[in-house]
């Protein structure tokens, strides 16, 4: 009995052992798992650091925080009534912006393929889709150690892919089956301006950027009516934005025109940039509710973005910054990049 007892007692140490090893290995962290605010933003291999990326030559202005009027009066020459209606907006933190478009140069400093149509080291980098210019930007903040603001492991296919050649026309090439296209809430902050990282503008951040405190049609006086399609000199564009008049009908070298007040070069003409989707979706609504809207970042998703600045082929007075286009985020075009900006805590 005694040694049956011995061998029982033995027994039931062991399991005890067991089931304490097995409780404290279910319990101890894991020196390979993340929090779930860090699985977010893990990358996806898209925006991973290969070793092959440098630095790229970027200068950045500030931008204060403060209050604009946003869009545009009703006697704005091509003004649009709905996408330019006039509201107040105050932004609560500075961010720092990248004085031009993101260059051809800049583009492949981090190991992305070069797909602009005209090329050339120090024009921007175009034929680029939104979700690509998000890929850049995580890009940028994991060389700096900084917080990637998108969850990319959604996308499918590969950064450059899905458009020939012969597609780099006016039209443009948006295969959502082949571009590099995400789905769903790519953003790992709901609110886009307390990402630490580099991200895409909201509209209010750009337009309050490119009107750099001035009320007029541009920041170097106002544009008259000509109708889309012509083509007819614009005084106050000429020494400050690519247009359809002094283009040669070509992408030009960033930083060849007068900087707006702020330092910053090129946000009217030369080539579209993309915003953070469009600020505009909720905000229309709340502005007959409220006298100042704040911080506004409009939706999450969706299957439209706002360009905004114009471009070097486009009639002169639709070169205003409050002058949108909508399109869809998976389309890439000849004429558009982008410009990035980071927040100031």
């Known amino acids: 009995m005694r040694v049956a007892c011995t061998k029982l007692y033995s027994h039931v140490h062991f399991l005890r052992t067991v089931l304490v090893v097995m409780l404290f290995s279910a319990c101890k962290p894991d020196s390979n798992t993340k929090d779930a605010d860090q699985n977010e933003t893990e990358s996806t291999g898209v925006d991973a650091l290969t070793g092959n990326e440098s630095s790229p030559d970027m200068h950045w202005v500030t931008i204060s925080s403060g209050e604009f009027v946003f869009g545009s009066s009703e006697d704005t020459p091509c003004r649009g009534a709905i996408a330019e209606m006039q509201f107040n907006v105050r932004l609560t933190r500075s961010f720092v912006m990248a004085e031009s478009e993101v260059t051809q140069a800049q583009w492949e400093a981090l190991d992305f393929p070069n797909p602009s149509k005209d090329v050339g080291e120090d024009k921007p980098v175009t034929f680029v889709d939104f979700y690509e210019a998000l890929a850049w930007c995580n890009k940028l903040s994991r060389l700096e150690g900084l917080e990637p603001c998108y969850n990319l492991s959604s996308c499918e296919n590969a950064v450059g892919t ?128 409220v006298s100042t ?53």
């Open 162 to 289: 899905g458009c020939g050649p012969d597609e780099k026309w006016e039209g443009g090439c948006s295969d959502q089956t082949k571009n590099f296209t995400c789905k769903g809430n790519i953003h790992n902050y709901s609110d886009y301006y307390a990402c630490p990282g580099y991200r895409l503008p909201t509209t209010a951040e750009w337009e309050y950027a490119a009107k750099a405190g001035t009320t007029g049609h541009t920041y170097n006086g106002d544009v008259h009516y000509v109708p889309l399609g012509y083509c007819e000199e614009e005084p106050a564009l000429e020494d400050i934005a690519w247009y359809c008049n002094n283009s040669d009908d070509h992408v030009h070298p960033v930083k060849q025109k007068q900087p707006n007040p702020w330092g910053l070069y090129d946000t009217l003409g030369n080539v579209y940039e993309f915003t953070d989707y469009y600020t505009m979706g909720g905000s229309q609504s709340e502005s007959n509710s």
């Open 293 to 345: 809207i704040t911080d506004p970042t409009g939706n999450s998703t969706g299957t439209t973005i706002e360009l905004r600045g114009g471009t070097f082929d486009k009639t002169g007075c639709y070169i205003r910054p409050a002058r949108p286009l909508f399109d869809s985020p998976y389309r890439r075009l000849y004429n558009t990049g982008f410009r990035p900006v980071r927040t100031l805590f």
